[in-house]
């Protein structure tokens, strides 16, 4: 059966998203297709103006519009985070997608710096790809009392973690790391047992 190669294009492209394998890819084509000319459009017009007008902050990493970024870049003060913030703990985190998660779930008031990705040398992401020079540069300016890993327990996630927790002691600062084991009204039953280790290995007292 003759199939149209565009369609199959476009559902290969659809597999770059996160969790969407080929069927699922497949169903977002189909769905695309259906759909009114204009909202299609309208997607592949965000889509493609996302590649040219969102940026990072040259200062903790978020994404910004390209405009703020320009305004970020022309004065030294953080706009990124509002006032009263604690300005002396950066939060560091494996990318911007993560700095929103902490911002949502917790009640945590300090400054953020996202890194882009984890060290990986067989993906070749070291130290400088992911941002880790940016960091020490707002390290050395010597505001910083604290920094909280919140990295993945992956073993890239704990090379990361190891390597800034490096730089920390370099500047004679303070390192906290997120907790990680049983989550909030979890049973020991259902969880695997890295996770009870790891749990157990980082309790704490009462």
Known sequence: MKSSK?????IEALTILPGIGKKSAQRMAYKLLRSNKDK?????AKLMS??????????????????????????????????????SKICVTESPADVYIIENSTDYNGDYFALSGN?????????????????QSRLEKGNIKELILATSTTIEGEATAHYVQQLAIKFDIKVSRIAFGIPLNGELDYLDSDTISHAFNERKEL
């Open 119 to 135: 060290i990986s040398p067989l993906d070749g992401r070291g130290p400088t790809e992911i941002g880790m020079n940016k960091l």
């Open 40 to 44: 299609t459009e309208n997607l592949a």
């Open 6 to 10: 565009n369609l199959l294009d476009l």
């Open 50 to 87: 996302s590649t040219t007008e969102i940026s990072t902050c040259p200062i903790c990493g978020i994404y910004l519009d390209r405009e703020d970024v320009i305004l970020q870049n022309q004065t030294e003060k953080h706009l990124c985070i509002g006032d009263n913030r604690d300005i």
